[in-house]
């Protein structure tokens, strides 16, 4: 059986995994990136972290299987009637069967000057460049900024904001800077983490203002420019701005929206078997089921999938609700499933816990420890080597 797997994140990467367990099956997995990208650690690299913990070439993953082939190039085109899709470089490839694993893609809401001027953390290219930007600042003197603004406090911005404090300070010191400065992060919404309990929120809201955070909800930005953050119709003076906020679904599927049909916060609609069609599956962020948008969902959906294709598993699919650990500086993390909540040093030991479920769902067990080891490892004193990496996207 020929199977087309589009999308090298966590879902397409298990899809194809479990699938090559099968000698019956011929997997082709496409991928716009060479890597696998391992989100939950982005936050770390970008305040100094090793870049080893946020991407693992996908030829080291699929090493050993040799019924899986890798293809670097990004899927533009979908045929149902003729089952085959069509990438960028203008191959074709026929499929059996098909499984959509697309990640979705940052949006900034229309809000001008965003796209121009904010930083973000969501790729290679985006980190490398808030680095370079940070390490300069301090570098130079006289271009150290004195306010640092994330934007969006949903799991990401406040990982991100409760770790860039520390990082700032290091490099505060590292560099002999003096003066003070802060970060702020800022949310639309009335709480930080809107998705999860009222009482998390409050344990987290708690946690950043010890870090020296300054939450500040209720808070609509509306531009940016060269110089400032327009929050509220007030300027706010800042050169960093780093934008976590706003997901959409990947343009793959409304340049093919002949080809699917969409839910009202324009998902992709799929059946009781996470299918568009009879040939094709949609997984993780981009389909309408409860907890898209999760790591541990885009797994759940990757596993099922695979199953379903190989007839080992004819059951509905059935959500899963993940637990949700968010670290919240260092040693702290809140943890939260269904009525359990608990946060501070146990929940920084569920999250270093959780990272290494995360790498072991998609490399084998001596690989997935030393990927593991390196997120306790500072990596600044190699960041202008990194510069010169090949960018991973290309």
């Known amino acids: 059986m ?3 797997v589009v999308g090298g994140g966590f879902g397409g990467v298990k899809a194809a995994l479990e699938l ?7 997997v082709t997995l496409i991928s716009d990136r ?5 989100y939950p650690a982005l936050f770390s690299t970008a305040t100094g972290g090793s870049t080893l913990q946020s991407w693992v070439a996908l030829g080291e993953i699929f090493a050993h299987r040799h019924n899986v082939h890798v293809v670097v190039d990004r899927a533009t085109t979908i045929d149902k ?3 085959t899709i069509t990438t960028a470089s203008g191959a074709e490839y026929p499929y ?3 499984v959509l694993a697309l990640g979705s893609v940052t949006t900034y809401f229309g809000i001008e000057g965003l796209d121009q001027y904010a930083f973000g953390i969501k790729s290679y290219d985006e980190i490398m460049q808030l680095k370079q930007h940070l390490l300069h600042g301090f570098a130079q003197t006289g271009n150290v900024d004195t306010r640092y603004l994330v934007i969006g406090a949903g799991p990401t911005g406040v990982e991100l904001a409760s770790a860039l404090g520390d990082y700032l300070q290091h490099l505060k010191k590292k560099y002999q800077r003096k003066g003070k400065i802060s970060v702020s992060l800022i949310e639309a919404a009335p709480r930080v983490l809107p998705r999860m309990s009222e009482a998390a929120s409050a344990k987290v809201t708690q946690r950043l203002k010890k870090l020296g955070v ?3 909800v209720n808070k609509k930005v509306e531009a940016e420019t060269a110089d400032s953050l327009i929050v509220n119709g007030k300027p706010i003076k800042s050169h960093t701005v780093i934008w976590t906020s706003g997901v959409a679904t990947n343009p793959f599927y409304t340049e093919n929206e002949t080809q699917f049909e ?3 916060n324009h998902k992709v609609v799929v059946d009781a078997h996470l299918r568009s069609g009879k040939h094709v599956y ?8 409860p907890h898209s948008g999760l790591a541990q969902t885009a797994l759940h959906d990757g596993i099922y999938v695979a199953k379903h294709i190989l007839r080992r598993h004819k059951a509905a699919y059935k959500p899963k609700q993940p637990p949700v650990v968010v670290p919240v500086g260092e040693g702290w993390a809140i943890f939260e499933y269904k009525w359990i909540r608990f946060g501070g040093f146990l929940g920084a030991l569920m999250r270093r816990a959780a990272d290494f479920m995360g790498y072991r769902d998609i490399l084998p067990l001596g690989q997935a420890l030393g990927v593991w080891h390196t997120t306790t490892v500072r990596e600044e004193a190699v960041y202008y080597a990194e510069l010169d990496r090949p960018r991973s996207q290309e």
Do not use: C, H, M, R
């Not at 090559?20 to 011929?26: L, Q, Y």
């Open 282 to 289: 949609v997984i993780g962020d981009n389909a309408f089921t």
């Open 2 to 4: 020929q199977v087309v």
């Open 262 to 264: 969409f839910s009202p």
């Open 214 to 216: 300054k939450v500040e």
């Open 96 to 98: 059996q069967k098909l």
């Open 34 to 38: 060479p890597d696998f990208q391992y």
């Open 20 to 26: 090559s367990k099968s000698k019956k099956v011929s």
């Open 81 to 83: 009637a003729k089952k």
